[in-house]
């Protein structure tokens, strides 16, 4: 998912209630009313959507997508991009719905030069986790670049702890690409500090790396705070989750071990963005056993 933010009308910026221990407890799974599912349900209480997925209901009417979103049973949110919303009126409507945001997508260019107001945005929004969504090819040609890009993760991440939120970098295929033959994600996993970069893992981009999440979670305990719900087909397409073969419940059973708290349904080029994530909610609230608020 590589795109700007700032294209996207990130910005109309304004202050994150989130303490510094709860954004650990999330971090770890163990917040009280998290969605980590146990090794024999593997159930979601809340299931997420990452709003990447209807980004053209979204530029032409926010309030009306995010009602839609509601709708449908989603109870989390986050965002890529408010569309010359200011923060506030996005929390109202928010609040509104009945919708929490825990997580935020922010482009590299305007955390280096604008994070003060991303972290002003968070405060507002109630964002516990700034997420890295992607870098631009000419910033991981080899693996200096990696280890420079994760040394500045870890100031990021330093500075975002100091406003109570969390840090954290998302993946895509390219990080499991072999360069003098390492892995560039298993660096910057190495090379990062546990405590200032979580990680929102994308199931999708993993496996069609042909890796394994859960021998991730096992090697890398508790640092899988967030993940993306994409679904691929055997021709290796992304599909609505339930449409593909990745194997979600075997994968949510590890969710203890791998620390994930928040779970957001994504599709990066959905034919009909709204049958889309009305398609994975009920795929998702059916394997978790709730009731399907769909409409």
């Not at 072999?178 to 405590?195: K, S």
Request: proline fraction near 5%; hydrophobic fraction near 40%; charge should be negative.
């Amino acid at each position: 998912m590589g795109r700007s933010l700032a294209a996207l009308g990130v910005y109309a910026l304004t202050p994150v209630a989130c303490t510094r221990s709860e954004a650990r407890q999330e971090s770890t799974g163990r917040k009280a009313d998290s969605t980590v599912p146990n090794e024999e349900s593997a159930s979601l209480d809340r299931i997420g959507l990452q709003l990447y997925t209807v980004r053209s209901l979204m530029a032409e009417d926010v309030e009306r997508t995010l009602q839609m979103v509601a709708g449908v049973g989603y109870r989390e949110v986050e965002f890529a991009g408010y569309f010359d919303r200011p923060p506030a009126g996005l929390r109202a409507t928010l609040d509104g719905l009945g919708l929490a945001a825990p997580a935020t997508h922010v482009d590299l260019a305007t955390l280096r030069d604008r994070l003060p107001e991303v972290l002003a945005a968070s405060a507002t929004l109630g964002h516990r986790y700034v997420v890295l969504p992607w870098l631009a090819a000419e910033d991981r040609d080899s693996l200096d670049d990696y280890r420079r890009l994760a040394d500045e993760m870890n100031r990021l991440g330093e500075a975002c702890r100091a406003a109570d939120v969390q840090f954290a970098y998302h993946n895509h295929e390219f990080e499991f690409e072999h360069l003098d033959d390492e892995t560039p994600f298993d660096v910057l996993l190495a090379r990062t500090d546990p405590e200032l970069v979580a990680i929102e893992l994308d199931l999708f981009w993993i496996i069609h790396a042909g890796r394994d999440p859960l021998a991730y979670f096992e090697a890398h305990p508790g640092r899988f705070s967030l993940c993306h719900v994409k679904d691929r087909a055997a021709d290796g397409t992304m599909v609505d989750v339930g449409a593909g073969e990745i194997d979600f419940p075997g994968i949510f059973a590890g969710s203890e071990q791998a620390g994930l708290a928040h779970y957001f349904v994504e599709h990066d080029q959905p034919a009909d963005p709204e049958a889309s994530i009305r398609a994975s909610y009920l795929h998702l609230s059916g394997l978790s056993g709730g009731r399907s608020e769909a409409q």
